[in-house]
């Protein structure tokens, strides 16, 4: 059985910001390990593990952010390739709220089809709207090969 997959949709602008802020991360650890090293930041020995250990979470999150951007790359290339038009009517809605009891992202459970797509069903997460309802229906791009899909025009 093919699952679906919502596709991390992003336009270069968005992968290069993620690309800056993987680099700021990186210079961040760097510069942390140089004043470290040249001891500006404190002889003691306690200042030294906080700062690799500051250093290696600012270099695995360098990572991550970069990987999230090479991501939003191949499924935005892959949908602009094979996607094919489809719609997606909202079988259920979860919302999420924020500690203030602000609804703030949506959980979409949705049936998806079109002409040269097989009917699935996927679940969908986004930002919290008042049109995400029950019945409501979407326009989706959908790579029928393994059902990578996203709502978000292209």
Same mark, same amino acid.
């Given at each position: 059985m093919t699952t679906a997959r919502q596709a991390s949709i992003g336009n270069r602008g968005s !992968?290069? #910001? &993620? !690309? /800056? $802020? $993987?680099? +700021?991360? *990186? =210079?961040? /650890? =760097?510069v942390l390990t140089g004043l470290q090293i040249? #001891? +500006? =930041? #404190?002889l003691g020995w306690w200042h030294a593990v906080i700062t690799i250990g500051v250093s290696v979470l600012l270099l695995l999150l360098g990572l991550a952010i *970069?990987?999230?951007? $090479?991501e939003q790359k191949l499924d935005t290339e892959r949908l602009l390739r094979s996607g094919r038009p489809a719609v997606a009517e909202v079988l259920g809605v979860e919302v999420n709220e924020d500690s203030e009891g602000v609804p703030n992202i /949506?959980? %979409?459970? =949705?049936r998806i089809s079109g002409t040269d797509v097989p009917e699935f069903v996927a679940s969908y997460r986004a930002d919290h709207a008042? &049109?995400? !309802?029950? #019945?409501?229906?979407? &326009? $989706?791009?959908?790579?029928?090969?393994?059902? %990578?899909f996203t709502l978000r025009p292209l």
């Amino acid at each position: 059985m093919t699952t679906a997959r919502q596709a991390s949709i992003g336009n270069r602008g968005s !992968r290069f #910001g &993620h !690309r /800056a $802020a $993987a680099v +700021q991360c *990186w =210079l961040s /650890a =760097l510069v942390l390990t140089g004043l470290q090293i040249t #001891g +500006q =930041l #404190g002889l003691g020995w306690w200042h030294a593990v906080i700062t690799i250990g500051v250093s290696v979470l600012l270099l695995l999150l360098g990572l991550a952010i *970069w990987s999230s951007a $090479a991501e939003q790359k191949l499924d935005t290339e892959r949908l602009l390739r094979s996607g094919r038009p489809a719609v997606a009517e909202v079988l259920g809605v979860e919302v999420n709220e924020d500690s203030e009891g602000v609804p703030n992202i /949506a959980v %979409l459970e =949705l049936r998806i089809s079109g002409t040269d797509v097989p009917e699935f069903v996927a679940s969908y997460r986004a930002d919290h709207a008042p &049109h995400f !309802r029950t #019945g409501a229906r979407f &326009h $989706a791009v959908v790579d029928p090969s393994d059902n %990578l899909f996203t709502l978000r025009p292209l």
